[in-house]
């Protein structure tokens, strides 16, 4: 039998498919990366019985980088990344072996169908897929075709099916589009990115240049914002005058008239109205007219349409409102949540999905009283031709829905997606929103949500009611977020431009710059506004579309954009004076910051240490800035000094149940020795002499890691203790020892350095008061019940890694022996040979 391999673009997805596409008869078990699962199925494939097997990935399967050297931020000039730089893919996440898994899965499979999501990331996918499993697969007989393409835009029975009745070829173009893309991307944000950072790094004391990154989308999405600040602050309100009359008509309450000329700026203009109208004391009538006026039912639901009302209407984030809406398709809820399209096609089955709603809670009245009097033809829209508008696609109920958190949100949003569609087949008068809403307003699910929701307001924004006469007057409002921008990637931009900390989220939503945001944009309009205004992102989009379409060539369009941005690039680095004087007046000199802490090597004068983030080190004297390792504190080291360069050495401390190793500043960011990469202290240092370094205080191979050493941390008595130099592995040891060295033997049966130590008489473990012993941490019968194994708390949660499995490891056993030599060669002539051939 035959076997089909089908792919997906999520676990969930995979599932969901499977399960509709078997009838609900397949088996299931996990993949060997953990996170995909494989269902299997047979049934029939082009007329023969075939096995199915369905699964996923988690997303993009590789992702595009500069190959290893061009990482380097020190050894590369950014202008390079530009052209020179090969670019490379990697596998994205590295810890799914998402590409073994595809191999494995697939060998020895005949067909292959696609089920990846139906926009241009999805085509990219289908071909990281089809680039890993293809050499694996069987060859096709003949000339059969052995790639399909499903096209679906919901998770439902009939969507999927017809999908794998009609399924076609991916589409090349598509996928290059975006893989021209990810390419501009990388290389435009990373030379613009590593510039920057590396210039004002050096500069400010105040200001975290590790925020200062360029995004050729990211950067105009910020440019709106601060737009929007610049014209709010220039603002200057005006006062005016108003003429209101009120007459009466027997008892009634008094109505109140509004002046044909609205308004006027001057005082004495309006003291003369005031003065003409103040002494009549009748009003007469001089036409009367009567006309109907409809208000208009919404057009049907798009992708941005969707995060303005998320934002506005329920106050949630784009990225929140768009991780609800794809785990609302996945479930099979909506259809598939990124779309331009606003039109229905005319095979819609507008009927068939609106029945789905008929017993809902919320508009199923609504929704049967349609039915009845027959539908509507939804209003005209625009058919992008990518996916139907967003709609719902089978009935939730509160029980089917679950999980309480979620719960609110999901049917927030689902209660927003659903209004206009059911509002696009008929009139809006039908629909009691707030009166249907009000009738949850004391459940125990949802309660709370509809309550605030009722008093803060539930009204869609005035759109298309034309008030005709008046001008704008007010002050005009910041942006927001739901304002910007116009494809369904503004969520991430908008996510990319709050997290490095350019603009703020207020109230109401809205976005405000924050000082940097502001100094960065007006920076680039004094240098060159294209790389803040839209225009050329714009164009930019249009090439690649092009791209997608079959109609342009793919390097044509890269080289001719890399040229432009290269260009703008140089001309930038020219002219990056203008942003320095901007920068200059919101952020102080490196040389007012910091207090003085060590001394430098080469002048030999106190630099100063500067704690706001990134820490660093600066000697104004030689006008050089240093790194060091964040997120700890940082001291003098006895005033010690390395040996290489004479700079004095810092304690690097993660606090008192954390690791502490000394950093000589100048190796830190220039290593020494060719086998350091730049970024290690002491305890990584290979010098084969110095007293600090790994040569004299590691004593052996990490317990839990491969390539780790224990290293003796000297300041650490009384509880002393050795730390792993790569993972958060500290091993305590000798409490209340008086004193603890390496010695410059090592153990006959491991290879670990001896330790010699020297006991406190009176709390001495050794027979006879004796006080002084020498052996190995591992072997020695006597330490071996002195040594006790735990993990450095750590204040970045990225280091926390396998924080979670804690024990005692003592002894023998637990140090694997025999994989090779586990630490540096200790004998030092080979060292110096391996560092002064
Ligand atoms: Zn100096
Ligand atoms: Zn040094
Ligand atoms: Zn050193
Ligand atoms: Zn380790
Ligand atoms: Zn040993």
Same mark, same amino acid.
């Given at each position: 039998?035959?076997?089909?391999?089908?792919?997906?673009?999520?676990?969930?997805?995979?599932?969901?498919?499977?399960?509709?596409?078997?009838?609900?008869?397949?088996?299931?078990?996990?993949?060997?990366?953990?996170?995909?699962?494989?269902?299997?199925?047979?049934?029939?494939?082009?007329?023969?019985?075939?096995?199915?097997?369905?699964?996923?990935?988690?997303?993009?399967?590789?992702?595009?980088?500069?190959?290893?050297?061009?990482?380097?931020?020190?050894?590369?000039?950014?202008?390079?990344?530009?052209?020179?730089?090969?670019?490379?893919?990697?596998?994205?996440?590295?810890?799914?072996?998402?590409?073994?898994?595809?191999?494995?899965?697939?060998?020895?499979?005949?067909?292959?169908?696609?089920?990846?999501?139906?926009?241009?990331?999805?085509?990219?996918?289908?071909?990281?897929?089809?680039?890993?499993?293809?050499?694996?697969?069987?060859?096709?007989?003949?000339?059969?075709?052995?790639?399909?393409?499903?096209?679906?835009?919901?998770?439902?029975?009939?969507?999927?099916?017809?999908?794998?009745?009609?399924?076609?070829?991916?589409?090349?173009?598509?996928?290059?589009?975006?893989?021209?893309?990810?390419?501009?991307?990388?290389?435009?944000?990373?030379?613009?990115?590593?510039?920057?950072?590396?210039?004002?790094?050096? #500069?400010?004391?105040?200001?975290?240049?590790?925020?200062?990154?360029?995004?050729?989308?990211?950067?105009?999405?910020?440019?709106?914002?601060?737009?929007?600040?610049?014209?709010?602050?220039?603002?200057?309100?005006?006062?005016?005058?108003?003429?209101?009359?009120?007459?009466?008509?027997?008892?009634?309450?008094?109505?109140?008239?509004?002046?044909?000329?609205?308004?006027?700026?001057?005082?004495?203009?309006?003291?003369?109205?005031?003065?003409?109208?103040?002494?009549?004391?009748?009003?007469?009538?001089?036409?009367?007219?009567?006309?109907?006026?409809?208000?208009?039912?919404?057009?049907?639901?798009?992708?941005?349409?969707?995060?303005?009302?998320?934002?506005?209407?329920?106050?949630?984030?784009?990225?929140?409102?768009?991780?609800?809406?794809?785990?609302?398709?996945?479930?099979?809820?909506?259809?598939?949540?990124?779309?331009?399209?606003?039109?229905?096609?005319?095979?819609?089955?507008?009927?068939?999905?609106?029945?789905?709603?008929?017993?809902?809670?919320?508009?199923?009245?609504?929704?049967?009283?349609?039915?009845?009097?027959?539908?509507?033809?939804?209003?005209?829209?625009?058919?992008?031709?990518?996916?139907?508008?967003?709609?719902?696609?089978?009935?939730?109920?509160?029980?089917?829905?679950?999980?309480?958190?979620?719960?609110?949100?999901?049917?927030?949003?689902?209660?927003?997606?659903?209004?206009?569609?059911?509002?696009?087949?008929?009139?809006?008068?039908?629909?009691?929103?707030?009166?249907?809403?009000?009738?949850?307003?004391?459940?125990?699910?949802?309660?709370?949500?509809?309550?605030?929701?009722?008093?803060?307001?539930?009204?869609?924004?005035?759109?298309?009611?034309?008030?005709?006469?008046?001008?704008?007057?007010?002050?005009?409002?910041?942006?927001?977020?739901?304002?910007?921008?116009?494809?369904?990637?503004?969520?991430?931009?908008?996510?990319?431009?709050?997290?490095?900390?350019?603009?703020?989220?207020?109230?109401?939503?809205?976005?405000?710059?924050?000082?940097?945001?502001?100094?960065?944009?007006?920076?680039?309009?004094?240098?060159?506004?294209?790389?803040?205004?839209?225009?050329?992102?714009?164009?930019?989009?249009?090439?690649?579309?092009?791209?997608?379409?079959?109609?342009?060539?793919?390097?044509?369009?890269?080289?001719?954009?890399?040229?432009?941005?290269?260009?703008?690039?140089?001309?930038?680095?020219?002219?990056?004076?203008?942003?320095?004087?901007?920068?200059?007046?919101?952020?102080?000199?490196?040389?007012?910051?910091?207090?003085?802490?060590?001394?430098?090597?080469?002048?030999?004068?106190?630099?100063?240490?500067?704690?706001?983030?990134?820490?660093?080190?600066?000697?104004?004297?030689?006008?050089?800035?240093?790194?060091?390792?964040?997120?700890?504190?940082?001291?003098?080291?006895?005033?010690?000094?390395?040996?290489?360069?004479?700079?004095?050495?810092?304690?690097?401390?993660?606090?008192?149940?954390? #690791?502490?190793?000394?950093?000589?500043?100048?190796?830190?960011?220039?290593?020494?020795?060719?086998?350091?990469?730049?970024?290690?202290?002491?305890?990584?240092?290979?010098?084969?002499?110095?007293?600090?370094?790994?040569?004299?205080?590691?004593?052996?191979?990490?317990?839990?890691?491969?390539?780790?050493?224990?290293?003796?941390?000297?300041?650490?008595?009384? #509880?002393?203790?050795?730390?792993?130099?790569?993972?958060?592995?500290?091993?305590?040891?000798?409490?209340?020892?008086?004193?603890?060295?390496?010695?410059?033997?090592?153990?006959?049966?491991?290879?670990?350095?001896?330790?010699?130590?020297?006991?406190? #008489?009176?709390?001495?473990?050794?027979?006879?008061?004796?006080?002084?012993?020498?052996?190995?941490?591992?072997?020695?019968?006597?330490?071996?019940?002195?040594?006790?194994?735990?993990?450095?708390?750590?204040?970045?949660?990225?280091?926390?890694?396998?924080?979670?499995?804690?024990?005692?490891?003592?002894?023998?056993?637990?140090?694997?022996?025999?994989?090779?030599?586990?630490?540096?060669?200790?004998?030092?002539?080979?060292?110096?040979?391996?560092?002064?051939?």
């Amino acid at each position: 039998m035959r076997t089909v391999f089908m792919v997906a673009e999520k676990p969930s997805l995979a599932q969901s498919i499977a399960k509709i596409l078997s009838k609900g008869s397949c088996s299931s078990r996990k993949g060997l990366n953990g996170a995909c699962s494989v269902h299997e199925y047979t049934g029939s494939f082009m007329g023969q019985n075939v096995r199915f097997k369905m699964t996923s990935v988690c997303g993009h399967v590789m992702s595009l980088d500069f190959i290893g050297k061009y990482n380097n931020w020190d050894k590369v000039d950014p202008a390079e990344l530009f052209s020179k730089a090969p670019t490379e893919k990697k596998e994205a996440n590295p810890k799914l072996n998402m590409v073994k898994f595809l191999q494995v899965e697939a060998k020895g499979c005949d067909y292959v169908v696609l089920w990846l999501d139906c926009d241009k990331e999805g085509e990219n996918i289908c071909f990281e897929v089809l680039d890993a499993i293809q050499p694996l697969m069987n060859m096709s007989y003949g000339n059969d075709c052995t790639v399909y393409r499903a096209k679906f835009s919901s998770i439902t029975d009939t969507d999927i099916c017809n999908a794998m009745n009609r399924l076609g070829e991916p589409n090349r173009n598509e996928a290059l589009s975006v893989d021209a893309r990810q390419e501009l991307d990388l290389r435009i944000g990373c030379a613009f990115t590593r510039f920057q950072t590396k210039y004002f790094q050096g #500069k400010y004391g105040n200001l975290d240049s590790s925020l200062i990154s360029f995004g050729p989308c990211q950067t105009p999405t910020l440019g709106f914002c601060v737009e929007r600040h610049d014209k709010i602050q220039s603002f200057k309100p005006e006062a005016y005058w108003v003429i209101q009359a009120k007459v009466f008509k027997g008892k009634d309450s008094p109505l109140t008239l509004d002046w044909d000329r609205v308004r006027v700026f001057d005082r004495d203009v309006g003291q003369m109205f005031v003065n003409m109208a103040k002494t009549a004391k009748e009003a007469k009538v001089e036409s009367v007219s009567k006309k109907e006026k409809a208000k208009q039912r919404p057009i049907a639901l798009n992708t941005v349409e969707m995060l303005r009302v998320a934002s506005s209407a329920l106050g949630m984030g784009p990225q929140h409102t768009m991780q609800i809406a794809e785990r609302l398709y996945t479930q099979g809820y909506i259809s598939y949540p990124r779309t331009e399209t606003t039109h229905y096609p005319e095979n819609f089955d507008l009927k068939g999905t609106l029945k789905q709603q008929a017993n809902s809670s919320f508009w199923g009245e609504t929704v049967k009283a349609l039915l009845s009097e027959g539908i509507n033809r939804p209003k005209k829209g625009v058919d992008v031709g990518d996916h139907p508008p967003i709609t719902p696609m089978r009935a939730a109920s509160e029980n089917e829905l679950g999980i309480f958190t979620f719960t609110c949100l999901i049917l927030k949003c689902l209660g927003y997606i659903s209004y206009p569609r059911t509002e696009t087949t008929h009139y809006p008068e039908n629909f009691d929103l707030k009166g249907t809403l009000k009738q949850q307003a004391n459940s125990s699910f949802w309660g709370e949500t509809v309550k605030a929701l009722l008093s803060e307001g539930i009204n869609r924004p005035k759109k298309g009611v034309d008030v005709g006469d008046h001008p704008p007057i007010t002050p005009m409002r910041a942006a927001s977020e739901n304002e910007l921008g116009t494809d369904a990637s503004i969520p991430v931009h908008i996510n990319n431009i709050c997290q490095r900390n350019y603009v703020t989220v207020e109230s109401g939503r809205k976005l405000k710059p924050t000082n940097l945001g502001i100094v960065l944009v007006h920076g680039y309009y004094k240098i060159d506004a294209d790389l803040v205004l839209p225009t050329i992102r714009s164009a930019v989009e249009k090439q690649l579309n092009l791209i997608a379409l079959g109609k342009a060539n793919f390097h044509q369009v890269l080289q001719h954009t890399l040229d432009i941005f290269k260009r703008k690039f140089h001309y930038f680095v020219d002219s990056i004076a203008g942003m320095d004087e901007l920068m200059e007046v919101s952020f102080s000199p490196i040389a007012a910051t910091g207090k003085p802490l060590s001394r430098c090597g080469k002048c030999h004068r106190f630099m100063k240490y500067i704690q706001a983030k990134p820490s660093r080190l600066h000697c104004s004297h030689c006008d050089e800035t240093y790194s060091l390792p964040q997120n700890g504190a940082i001291k003098l080291y006895k005033e010690l000094k390395c040996p290489l360069d004479e700079f004095e050495l810092v304690l690097w401390t993660s606090g008192s149940r954390g #690791k502490s190793y000394p950093v000589c500043p100048y190796c830190f960011s220039n290593p020494p020795f060719r086998d350091m990469k730049k970024g290690m202290g002491c305890n990584e240092c290979t010098h084969p002499s110095c007293q600090h370094s790994l040569n004299s205080l590691g004593i052996g191979q990490c317990v839990e890691c491969e390539t780790g050493v224990l290293v003796f941390d000297p300041t650490s008595g009384p #509880k002393w203790r050795m730390a792993c130099n790569k993972c958060n592995v500290v091993v305590h040891f000798f409490e209340h020892a008086h004193k603890v060295q390496v010695s410059q033997d090592s153990c006959d049966s491991c290879e670990a350095s001896l330790v010699i130590v020297d006991f406190n #008489k009176t709390r001495s473990p050794l027979p006879d008061g004796e006080t002084q012993h020498t052996g190995c941490v591992f072997c020695d019968p006597v330490f071996q019940d002195l040594v006790e194994l735990k993990h450095a708390t750590m204040r970045h949660p990225m280091h926390r890694a396998g924080g979670a499995r804690r024990g005692r490891g003592r002894g023998r056993g637990r140090r694997p022996v025999g994989r090779g030599n586990p630490k540096k060669p200790k004998d030092k002539m080979a060292a110096l040979a391996a560092y002064f051939v």
